[in-house]
């Protein structure tokens, strides 16, 4: 609305918090403005500017929404049935706009897909489960060297860019060798060369 049109004791419908109200102008603000009383609510309220005013509504009308012993001056009782009607319909449409403003203002929870639970990964088998592994089927005596090939050959292993992966499984088959002693996988058969050690795979 225009500030011209704006009468002081004439009720208007006006937005206040995000919701369409009824409010009666009561005065001029000094800093600009109205002051004005929410119909509903009885609060004291200050309208800014007009263009927070959507359209006058009659004193009969901001009567039903007035606190009980509080109606706006010159009001007269709702005794037409008319203008009854109006009012339920008025009030309806008032609460519908009024329950979509407080939807629009929450905020809407973002339902989050659940992932997919990832297949557990095969668990990798170490250099050394893959040499044992290995003499274990060949059954024959074989240097380090020549069970990393073997190895990487049958898919059970491959050296993740060691430079030299010979000589850190010869150490750690010679380590179980000297920690297990005879419970050991493996067994010296000659200088450099291992053999699976099946009479401690018999014995467990």
Same mark, same amino acid.
């Given at each position: #609305?225009?500030?011209?049109?704006?009468?002081?004791?004439?009720?208007?419908?006006?937005?206040?918090?995000?919701?369409?109200?009824?409010?009666?102008?009561?005065?001029?603000?000094?800093?600009?403005?109205?002051?004005?009383?929410?119909?509903?609510?009885?609060?004291?309220?200050?309208?800014?500017?007009?263009?927070?005013?959507?359209?006058?509504?009659?004193?009969?009308?901001?009567?039903?929404?007035?606190?009980?012993?509080?109606?706006?001056?010159?009001?007269?009782?709702?005794?037409?049935?008319?203008?009854?009607?109006?009012?339920?319909?008025?009030?309806?449409?008032?609460?519908?706009?009024?329950?979509?403003?407080?939807?629009?203002?929450?905020?809407?929870?973002?339902?989050?897909?659940?992932?997919?639970?990832?297949?557990?990964?095969?668990?990798?088998?170490?250099?050394?489960?893959?040499?044992?592994?290995?003499?274990?089927?060949?059954?024959?005596? #074989?240097?380090?060297?020549?069970?990393?090939?073997?190895?990487?050959?049958?898919?059970?292993?491959?050296?993740?860019?060691?430079?030299?992966?010979?000589?850190?499984?010869?150490?750690? #088959?010679?380590?179980?060798?000297?920690?297990?002693?005879?419970?050991?996988?493996?067994?010296?058969?000659?200088?450099?060369?291992?053999?699976?050690?099946?009479?401690?795979?018999?014995?467990?």
């Amino acid at each position: #609305m225009k500030k011209d049109e704006i009468k002081i004791g004439q009720c208007y419908k006006a937005k206040v918090s995000d919701r369409i109200v009824t409010v009666r102008i009561d005065s001029t603000n000094s800093h600009g403005g109205w002051n004005a009383t929410n119909t509903a609510t009885g609060k004291r309220i200050r309208v800014k500017s007009a263009q927070r005013l959507r359209r006058a509504v009659t004193e009969r009308r901001a009567l039903r929404g007035a606190p009980a012993g509080q109606s706006p001056v010159g009001a007269e009782p709702a005794d037409d049935p008319q203008v009854a009607v109006e009012d339920r319909a008025e009030a309806r449409t008032e609460a519908e706009a009024n329950a979509a403003a407080e939807a629009d203002a929450k905020p809407t929870k973002k339902t989050r897909a659940k992932k997919a639970a990832a297949e557990p990964k095969p668990k990798r088998v170490s250099a050394i489960d893959a040499a044992a592994q290995v003499l274990a089927e060949t059954g024959k005596p #074989m240097r380090a060297k020549e069970l990393i090939e073997a190895m990487a050959a049958r898919g059970l292993w491959t050296s993740p860019n060691g430079k030299t992966p010979e000589a850190t499984l010869y150490a750690a #088959m010679l380590r179980e060798i000297t920690t297990k002693g005879a419970q050991a996988r493996f067994r010296k058969a000659e200088r450099g060369l291992f053999a699976f050690n099946a009479a401690a795979m018999a014995k467990a």
